[in-house]
């Protein structure tokens, strides 16, 4: 098999976009509004200054602005310099925060490589709901921050029953309880959950910051594919807790041990 070296990022444009349009060689690509005003009056490119784009689907090309203006800019796609890679199926389920952490843990859970973040109500969700296209825009900025590939799929706010009503029965969902269900039995270590399951599709749930109820923990705890979990000894804030529980179950059985393209080799000589 041929063995080829990724481009080292250092030699590689440091601007990304994620585009909605297809890449493939010489394709031309429109580019929002919002990304021309950012690439003409913030970075003050210029046609004929590279880029690299990424669809979530084509993998990640490297492509030069062909014209760039007040009135638009295009891109023409170059030559694929990643192919698409297949991210962890993890999910979270989190409630809607307030004041602006709401944004910060869409951010930060896209750094994470979530695949998918489920916005769920619960009996003591007091945040109000947020607009899930602006959050949309955390995570596509996160996105071409991080090196990934895709964006995550943001869900807009659910009844936490309808989104277990409709959870696959084979996916496992770790539910992050900092107390014991009226049962009295205590919740799992998460690290010895995330090991039962390794590389499969899997959910990480959250409670809000008024705590998941008795009852909703009962509930939970009965269902086939739910293991209650414990974060350790102190109570964190909700986000906390998400971002500890993805960090653990990532590096446990999720893309933990891949590196990021800076450093890795591809083998597949598919570019
Ligand atoms: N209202 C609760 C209280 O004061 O006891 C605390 C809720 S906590 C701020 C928000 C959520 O974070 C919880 O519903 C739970 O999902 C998660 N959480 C916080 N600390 C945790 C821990 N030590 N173990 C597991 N989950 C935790």
């Not at 949309?136 to 991080?146: G, K």
């Amino acid at each position: 098999m041929r063995v080829r070296k990724e481009e080292p990022l250092n030699d590689l444009p440091r601007t990304r976009l994620y585009v909605g349009s297809p890449l493939g060689p010489a394709l031309s690509v429109p580019l929002t509004p919002t990304q021309t005003h950012h690439l003409n009056i913030v970075l003050r490119k210029n046609a004929g200054d590279a880029i690299r784009l990424f669809n979530g689907q084509d993998g990640e090309w490297l492509a030069r602005l062909d014209r760039i203006g007040r009135s638009g800019a295009t891109a023409t796609v170059d030559r694929r310099l990643r192919p698409q890679t297949p991210a962890p199926d993890l999910c979270l389920l989190a409630t809607p925060l307030k004041r602006g952490r709401m944004e910060w843990l869409v951010e930060k859970a896209t750094e994470l490589g979530v695949a998918e973040i489920q916005l769920i109500l619960t009996m003591n969700t007091d945040a109000p709901r947020p607009k899930v296209d602006k959050l949309a825009i955390h995570a596509v900025e996160a996105a071409q921050q991080c090196e990934r590939l895709d964006v995550p799929v943001l869900h807009p706010p659910a009844e936490l029953a309808r989104v277990l009503a409709g959870w696959p029965k084979a996916r496992p969902l770790a539910v992050a309880a900092e107390r014991a269900p009226s049962s009295g039995v205590p919740p799992e270590n998460l690290a010895e959950v995330a090991r039962r399951h390794p590389g499969g599709p899997a959910g990480l749930l959250v409670g809000p910051e008024g705590g998941l109820t008795v009852s909703e923990l009962d509930d939970l705890r009965d269902l086939p594919f739910v293991a209650l979990v414990g974060l350790g000894p102190r109570i964190l804030r909700a986000e906390t807790a998400a971002l500890a529980a993805l960090a653990c179950w990532q590096c446990l059985a999720g893309d933990g041990s891949v590196s990021p393209p800076l450093r890795s080799v591809s083998t597949t000589g598919a570019c």
